[in-house]
């Protein structure tokens, strides 16, 4: 790295007690938003926390926001504001509801920083506004890039507004990019866990419940991430958050079965000369550095140690049993408005799924035919993406008749 990048790498750090990072959690109640807590409580010299939203746990909501004081906090639930309010009504904390309230708060002025963590489409449109109002983005959300990566990025791209990533993947390859701005990838090679039902075949699927799907061995996450980790529909939807994220063709990304989750990624340059990024699987660490990114933080997280686990092991993905990714790739290289049709229809199947309305396999079968059925669209604007988003809804519920 020359030092005219450490200089510009330098500028964005802010370390004096009056200049800390203010942290905006949108999705504060989830998995990642846990954690990126816990990394803030260890270093509140360094961050404050100004908003939390969560959907409806306002009992997590009400602890987080007596605990941190933040400035303001939403509960995307109506319903619920009155108790939120009555709770926090000691402290300073203002509280707003609703799904609108959530756009709004993302246009204020009091932070820096988004944590974009909600889970879904639901996180697409705060973090738009964010990304309108200047703010720095460190993106868990990766359904946002799914759904209208282009739009997202561009606007990115206009406000020079960085989008850190969150997704270990993506954080392994970003980390991997430091001090290599002149070359050119010539491919990324993202790590898959295989989920709790690698190695195995159709006969076993069909009969696999949410209880067993719902284990997955290397990492404990939000519901639907870990349904998606099982039907590798996830590592389709970190293919097309990587393409938008480091501006690839879907050529370039590859994905490889890497069960011990040690690799989180890697980066194959031109000279052939392939750089990974290691460490034990633990959220806490990529979420740390997009929050204090371009610095790295001592900490005391569990270290991998070579002279215990021995055996990193890779294999090709399974696209004959998950077919999940076999559509993922599919919309990847079509393009359009098919990525956010397959993202809707992905989200009615698993919420189905999680309430034990249809089958793991039947999963694939309502993708596959929304993503048939919804009007194909070559370059979409964001209208379009929204209506695409409720016409592949709308049909995918009806075939589950949810
Ligand atoms: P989660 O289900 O544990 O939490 C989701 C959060 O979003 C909660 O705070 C919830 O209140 C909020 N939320 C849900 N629906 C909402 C809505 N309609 N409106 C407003 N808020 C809503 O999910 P998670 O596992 O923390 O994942 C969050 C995002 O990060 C997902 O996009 C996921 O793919 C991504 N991600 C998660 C992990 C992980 O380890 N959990 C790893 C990589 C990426
Ligand atoms: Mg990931």
């Given at each position: 790295?020359?030092?005219?990048?450490?200089?510009?790498?330098?500028?964005?750090?802010?370390?004096?007690?009056?200049?800390?990072?203010?942290?905006?959690?949108?999705?504060?109640?989830g998995?990642?938003?846990?954690?990126?807590?816990?990394?803030?409580?260890?270093?509140?010299?360094?961050?404050?926390?100004?908003?939390?939203?969560?959907?409806?746990?306002?009992?997590?909501?009400?602890?987080?926001?007596?605990?941190?004081?933040?400035?303001?906090?939403?509960?995307?639930?109506?319903?619920?504001?009155?108790k939120?309010?009555?709770?926090?009504?000691?402290?300073d904390?203002?509280?707003?509801?609703?799904?609108?309230?959530?756009?709004?708060?993302?246009?204020?002025?009091?932070?820096?920083?988004?944590?974009?963590?909600?889970?879904?489409?639901?996180?697409?449109?705060?973090?738009?506004?964010?990304?309108?109002?200047?703010?720095?983005?460190?993106?868990?959300?990766?359904?946002?890039?799914?759904?209208?990566?282009?739009?997202?990025?561009?606007?990115?791209?206009?406000?020079?507004?960085?989008?850190?990533?969150?997704?270990?993947?993506?954080?392994?390859i970003?980390?991997?990019l430091?001090?290599?701005?002149?070359n050119?990838?010539?491919?990324?090679?993202?790590?898959?866990?295989?989920?709790?039902?690698?190695?195995?075949?159709?006969?076993?699927?069909?009969?696999?419940?949410?209880?067993?799907?719902?284990?997955?061995?290397n990492?404990?996450?939000?519901?639907?991430?870990?349904?998606?980790?099982?039907?590798?529909?996830?590592?389709?939807?970190?293919m097309?958050?990587?393409?938008?994220?480091?501006n690839?063709?879907p050529?370039?990304?590859?994905?490889?079965?890497?069960?011990q989750?040690?690799?989180?990624?890697?980066?194959?340059?031109?000279?052939?000369?392939?750089?990974?990024?290691?460490?034990?699987?633990?959220?806490?660490?990529?979420?740390?550095?997009?929050?204090?990114?371009?610095?790295?933080?001592?900490?005391?997280f569990?270290r991998?140690?070579?002279?215990?686990?021995?055996?990193?092991?890779?294999?090709?993905?399974?696209?004959?049993?998950?077919?999940?990714?076999?559509?993922?790739?599919?919309?990847?290289?079509?393009?359009?408005?098919?990525?956010?049709?397959?993202?809707?229809?992905?989200?009615?199947?698993?919420?189905?799924?999680?309430?034990?309305?249809?089958?793991?396999?039947?999963?694939t079968?309502?993708?596959?035919?929304t993503?048939?059925k919804?009007?194909?669209?070559?370059?979409?604007?964001?209208?379009?993406?929204?209506?695409?988003?409720?016409?592949?809804?709308?049909?995918?519920?009806?075939?589950?008749?949810?």
């Open positions: 790295m020359s030092d005219q990048t450490k200089i510009q790498f330098a500028s964005s750090i802010s370390t004096t007690e009056q200049n800390k990072k203010r942290i905006a959690i949108f999705g504060s109640t998995s990642i938003g846990v954690q990126a807590l816990n990394v803030i409580a260890g270093n509140l010299d360094k961050f404050s926390v100004e908003i939390l939203t969560a959907h409806s746990n306002d009992e997590l909501l009400i602890q987080q926001g007596l605990h941190l004081c933040p400035n303001i906090v939403v509960i995307a639930d109506e319903s619920k504001y009155l939120v309010k009555e709770a926090l009504a000691t402290t904390t203002k509280v707003f509801a609703g799904e609108k309230a959530l756009e709004e708060v993302a246009a204020m002025d009091c932070y820096d920083l988004m944590l974009a963590a909600i889970v879904g489409y639901a996180g697409l449109k705060p973090t738009l506004k964010a990304i309108s109002n200047g703010k720095t983005i460190a993106l868990a959300n990766k359904e946002t890039l799914v759904v209208a990566g282009d739009i997202v990025m561009r606007n990115a791209l206009e406000k020079r507004v960085p989008v850190i990533p969150v997704d270990t993947e993506h954080s392994a970003f980390q991997c430091v001090g290599e701005a002149r050119r990838i010539e491919k990324i090679i993202l790590t898959a866990s295989g989920g709790p039902f690698l190695g195995r075949k159709t006969n076993y699927l069909v009969n696999v419940k949410r209880e067993h799907a719902l284990q997955h061995p990492w404990t996450m939000g519901a639907k991430i870990t349904i998606d980790s099982a039907t590798l529909m996830n590592k389709g939807l970190e097309i958050e990587a393409k938008w994220l480091f690839l063709s050529q370039q990304i590859q994905v490889v079965i890497h069960p989750s040690i690799i989180h990624s890697m980066v194959q340059f031109e000279d052939g000369s392939i750089k990974a990024q290691m460490g034990l699987p633990d959220m806490k660490l990529p979420i740390q550095y997009a929050l204090a990114f371009p610095k790295r933080i001592k900490n005391d569990p991998y140690d070579f002279k215990k686990v021995n055996t990193l092991n890779f294999e090709e993905p399974d696209m004959k049993t998950f077919r999940n990714l076999v559509l993922a790739i599919e919309s990847l290289n079509k393009g359009g408005n098919l990525p956010c049709i397959m993202n809707a229809a992905n989200e009615i199947a698993v919420y189905a799924f999680l309430r034990n309305r249809i089958g793991f396999l039947e999963m079968d309502v993708i596959e035919k993503m048939q919804v009007t194909f669209i070559t370059k979409p604007t964001l209208d379009e993406y929204f209506e695409s988003d409720g016409e592949a809804r709308t049909y995918a519920a009806d075939m589950i008749r949810l």
